[in-house]
């Protein structure tokens, strides 16, 4: 990212794997605005995934054109966004709406996410999708704007490495 421009960021990664906590650290160090992309899903989305059900294609398109709408609306000024953006083609989506989108992978074990899960409190997405996730789970590409960062760490640790992958890019 060029000094003279803010950033604009999606944070990405199955549940569980500290988005919003990542994400609220970093917009906050990089002074820009913050959204939350769970807060994006069409209600019925969020049912589905209450009811133990994982989302399709179709069920997600209508959330990722809002948080690409939220990504354009903020191309000038930066931004960071949360968003799962497990497949390659729901990035391509997200990218295509704003010039310089950077994808903040945050990476960890099925194992940690899952303990992350489980002690959660009052979230809709239950320990049981997280299978789904990683299996649709698909790596940036070399050729997609971005970095895969470790969570193993605390979460200011794992910001730290955040804001460093961002301002270095």
Not at 52 to 65: F, I, V, Y
Not at 163 to 168: L, Q
Request: proline content about 8%.
């Amino acid at each position: 990212m060029s000094h003279h421009t803010a950033p604009l960021v999606v944070v990405m990664g199955v549940s569980g794997s500290g988005k919003t906590t990542v994400g609220r650290l970093l917009a906050r160090h990089l002074g820009v605005p913050y959204a939350e992309g769970d807060d994006f899903h069409p209600a019925p989305n969020v049912a589905k995934m209450r009811a133990g059900h994982p989302l399709d294609d179709e069920d997600r398109r209508p959330w990722l054109d809002e948080i690409a709408r939220w990504l354009a609306g903020h191309a000038d000024g930066g931004g960071v966004v949360t968003c799962s953006a497990l497949k390659r083609r729901y990035r391509a989506r997200l990218a295509s709406a704003a010039p310089r989108v950077f994808f903040l992978h945050l990476d960890g074990s099925p194992e940690l996410i899952a303990a992350r899960i489980t002690a959660r409190q009052d979230h809709f997405m239950p320990p049981e999708l997280l299978r789904t996730q990683f299996a649709e789970f698909e790596p940036l590409g070399d050729d997609e704007t971005g970095s895969a960062i470790p969570i193993d760490g605390t979460p200011q640790e794992t910001a730290a490495l955040a804001r460093a992958a961002v301002t270095s890019a």
